[in-house]
């Protein structure tokens, strides 16, 4: 399938097919969840995707991953050859040699990636080194517009759009905002052993929770109808940010539509595992259903089939028939 994906991309040059290839293995290994999305992608447009994310994951793993047997500044200097990496590359157009930095520079010359978003990730994963705790949603919009809403104006471009990119490029920044928060909600026991809370302060502290109670309760694995409270106060703040994301599916091009569909459905199915399961995240890891899973992926390749099928007829002049989204606009189903 790599092989595949590489051909229909393009990617000729032996070096950079085995630079985007490890990438490739970083998101099967650390992003199963979207790795499955991608998987609904045009074949050519998945090994961008695989960079895009191999990079990132990269840098977080530099942050946690391997930061619990790193000192402090040791981590540090890391990132920042890293970025001084990234710098070179994206000034050289892909011929690091570095694979994962070359794999995501020459992704971005490719398809004109504005490379503010590449350095405002990096500001947001240095912060990541020093700040264990955000005062409020403001503050913690500070940091996840590097960390999260940086990726969906990353994904755009590769995407494609059927408006103006700068239409759309809202809605994409609120759906990676959307895709960190549930992540920030279902992690918030291995944060806290981190020695991070990503949940506002003002928010916990509304509903009586500091980082003590937190700790507390992961510690002793008694729960606090107080943390419920203000986990419930936090689910419920993301589900108004996938509002925000949701009109976004309609403006992406059509063929990569049944990819961020597919994420969207199954991260929000993670918000309602947690939901569902009375909010346990403390204690451990809520995951959508393996048989969920594989529902919302054969949904997805009946999207893709019929995305294609409107794409070729499209081509040939034919009127093709209406996807999900146009006939979930005049009030039927999908």
Excluded at 165 to 187: C, I, S
Aim: aromatic share 6%.
């Amino acid at each position: 399938m790599a092989e595949r994906e590489l051909d229909a991309a393009g990617i000729t040059e032996p070096a950079l097919r085995d630079a985007y290839r490890r990438c490739r293995r970083l998101n099967a290994r650390h992003g199963k969840t979207y790795f499955l999305a991608t998987r609904l992608l045009p074949p050519a447009r998945r090994p961008a995707v695989h960079a895009l994310y191999g990079f990132a994951r990269w840098a977080d793993d530099i942050v946690d991953d391997q930061g619990s047997a790193m000192a402090p500044d040791v981590r540090a200097r890391a990132l920042r050859t890293l970025w001084n990496r990234l710098e070179d590359g994206l000034r050289d157009g892909g011929s690091h040699d570095e694979p994962v930095v070359r794999a995501l520079a020459h992704t971005a010359a490719v398809h004109g990636i504005d490379h503010r978003h590449f350095h405002d990730f990096m500001v947001s994963m240095h912060r990541d080194l020093t700040v264990t705790e955000y005062a409020d949603y403001d503050a913690l919009m500070t940091y996840m517009h590097g960390s999260a809403a940086a990726i969906g104006l990353q994904m755009l471009p590769v995407l494609g759009t059927v408006v103006p990119r700068e239409v759309a490029a809202p809605h994409a920044a609120a759906l990676g905002v959307a895709f960190q928060l549930t992540n920030f909600l279902r992690d918030v026991g291995e944060d806290l052993d981190r020695g991070r809370v990503y949940l506002p302060a003002d928010l916990l502290a509304a509903h009586g929770v500091d980082r003590e109670l937190l700790r507390w309760s992961r510690d002793t694995g008694v729960r606090d109808p107080r943390i419920r409270a203000a986990l419930a106060a936090v689910a419920d703040l993301t589900r108004g940010v996938y509002q925000e994301a949701a009109p976004g599916l309609a403006m992406l091009d059509p063929l990569a539509r049944p990819c961020i569909r597919t994420a969207f459905v199954l991260y929000g199915g993670i918000l309602d595992a947690i939901t569902a399961d009375d909010y346990p995240v403390l204690h451990h890891r809520a995951v959508v259903p393996h048989r969920r899973r594989a529902a919302v992926a054969f949904d997805g390749l009946g999207r893709v089939a019929a995305a294609r099928l409107r794409a070729r007829a499209g081509r040939r002049g034919m009127r093709p028939a209406p996807g999900p989204e146009a006939v979930a606009a005049r009030g039927g189903t999908a």
